[in-house]
């Protein structure tokens, strides 16, 4: 006889899913009808309209549906796998019965949604929410995957929509984020930059005036570290006259700025040499300057804490369930990989020859500013704060759970040394050039922002 009730009944969705065996007990349920209700779920077709739904066995598997008239939902299981969400909790029975929990999310997995209560469950409660698992940090990030954000809170489940005195599902709490990783030292990667090309020599006829090409500037090192060194400039082109007339050497080319990731800048370009004649006198090329450091790698970013599920609604007299509280931000890693040095300026060009007052040597070039020590990472923010569930007719709204501390920014390290300046030249007979400035140190590296408070709601009240 009670065949054909049961071919219909396992066509509805929400009916099919009654428990084929007998469920562990709820945690912490005081139900005195358990014991025969879970008995009820060994029975075959019986079960279909009485008894509890089964507690899920494999990780993140839902937990089964009461009988449709009485039973409460099974619980979801909790995930395993990273980033596996828990399983949802089970719908209690038509007229009688509680949802179940939802399981806990595994690492950086979000955790299941609460279970309903049946329409006219008068004392039927709404499942509360798994909590949110925490974030995971690869042991090789990021060759094994990024660091994940903690997971969300499953959502509390509501109570009966004509039930009188049940009271809606808790959400869950929120997973908390990672701590950034420490940088403590600039990775080993990078392309240096390349040379600059050297400057022609000049030649003059008699009488005539000499002048060197310039060397040419040096390539900026690409990639991200210390081996991406700035090229060097290329020397500047000397200078030979042969009777009267004033020679001037070329001017060295400038260094290469380092890469990212704490490389050095290039080294500047010497400066031509020139030879002073009879009637004429000579300057020397003036020195390329160095080139910048590139700045330090930086603190690794923390991830955001998980938002907080929120709590599910009260029976006609019931109140809401609380809504879960979000996780904490990440801290930011600290860096402690400095900026690149600044590379060396390029040396005056020399005068060589006759003895002239007027010889001038070329001045030294200026060395390179170092590069700025690498930033603090940012702090993961706070996760958001699961909304209160909706009251009933006459009972309360659920309290809205607490938002996430965000993380604090990390330290940022030491910048790079400056470069020192190029040597003046000599010049027989005349004055020797100006010996080229250091260039500037490094600013330390910017310290992480914090990340912000979760201050808004992570769901809407039902």
Do not use: H
Not at 71 to 77: I, P, R
Not at 211 to 219: A, F, K, R
Not at 420 to 437: H, M, Q
Request: charged fraction near 5%; charge should be negative.
């Amino acid at each position: 006889m009670l065949a054909a009730p049961a071919a219909i009944l396992l066509s509805i969705p929400g009916t099919a899913q009654a428990a084929p065996m007998a469920p562990v007990p709820l945690q912490g349920s005081s139900d005195p009808l358990d014991p025969i209700l879970d008995f009820a779920g060994l029975i075959p077709i019986l079960n279909i309209f009485i008894g509890n739904g089964a507690d899920a066995l494999l990780p993140g598997a839902n937990g089964g549906n009461a009988g449709f008239f009485i039973g409460s939902g099974g619980d979801g299981a909790a995930g395993l796998l990273p980033g596996q969400a828990g399983g949802n909790g089970g719908n209690g029975g038509f007229f009688y019965g509680s949802g179940g929990w939802g399981g806990d999310g595994a690492i950086g997995g979000n955790g299941g949604n609460g279970g309903n209560a049946g329409i006219f469950a008068f004392f039927g409660n709404g499942g509360n929410g798994g909590n949110g698992g925490d974030g995971i940090d690869p042991l090789l990030d990021p060759l094994l995957g990024e660091p994940t954000a903690g997971g969300n809170g499953g959502r509390g489940g509501d109570a009966g929509f004509l039930g009188f005195f049940g009271r809606g599902g808790a959400g869950g709490n929120g997973g908390n984020g990672v701590d950034g990783p420490d940088t403590l030292l600039n990775p080993v990667l990078g392309v240096p930059g390349i040379l600059g090309t050297l400057g022609a020599p000049g030649v003059a006829l008699p009488g005539g005036t000499a002048v060197g090409g310039n060397g040419g500037n040096g390539g900026n090192g690409t990639g991200n570290g210390i081996l991406g060194v700035g090229g060097a400039g290329g020397l500047g082109g000397s200078a030979v006259g042969l009777l009267a007339g004033s020679n001037t050497g070329g001017n060295g080319g400038a260094g290469g700025n380092g890469a990212p990731g704490g490389a050095a800048g290039g080294l500047g370009g010497a400066g031509g040499a020139a030879v002073a004649v009879l009637g004429g006198p000579a300057t020397g090329g003036t020195g390329g300057a160095g080139g910048n450091g590139g700045a330090g790698a930086p603190g690794g970013d923390g991830t955001a804490g998980g938002s907080g599920g929120p709590g599910g609604r009260g029976g006609l007299f019931g109140a809401g369930g609380p809504g879960g509280s979000g996780g904490s931000g990440g801290d930011g890693g600290d860096s402690f990989a400095v900026g690149g040095a600044g590379g060396i300026g390029g040396a005056g060009g020399i005068v060589t020859g006759v003895n002239i007052a007027a010889n001038r040597g070329g001045d030294g070039g200026k060395g390179g500013n170092g590069g700025a020590g690498g930033a603090g990472g940012n702090g993961g923010d706070g996760g958001a704060p699961g909304a209160g569930g909706a009251a009933g007719l006459l009972g309360a709204g659920g309290a809205t759970g607490q938002g996430g501390k965000g993380g604090v920014g990390g330290k940022g390290a030491a910048g790079g040394a400056g470069g020192i300046g190029g040597i003046g030249g000599t010049a027989v007979g005349g004055t020797a050039g100006a010996d080229g400035g250091t260039g500037n140190a490094g600013p330390r590296g910017a310290d992480g922002q914090n990340g912000a408070d979760g201050g808004s709601s992570g769901g809407d009240a039902n």
